[in-house]
């Protein structure tokens, strides 16, 4: 019986590195698009996870522009939080 927590395609990769060592030094979006990206041919639903990364990527995008876009009153919005950062 295989582990629901660590199935066998998160260790799969050929390089042999999990892919969580990577992507926990990144953002939320970032890193979740990666993580789709990098076990796309691992599970045998690439085309769902390649839609999934596309989907956080976008995400991103959208929140960065947000973030560049003056507030109603004319000031800079605050930076928005990064997980990699801790906030």
């Known amino acids: 019986m295989s582990d629901p927590v660590n199935p066998p395609h998160y260790t799969a990769h050929p390089s042999g ?12 979006c970032i890193g979740n698009a990666v993580k789709y990206l990098w076990r796309a041919d691992l599970k045998g639903k690439a085309i769902e996870d390649l839609k999934k990364a596309a989907w956080y990527i976008d995400r991103e995008i959208q929140l960065r522009t947000a973030a560049q876009k003056p507030l109603a009153d004319g000031s800079e919005p605050l930076p928005r939080g990064d997980y ?3 906030f």
């Open 17 to 28: 590195v999990e892919c969580i060592q990577i992507t926990e030094h990144m953002g939320f």
């Open 84 to 86: 990699a950062d801790g």
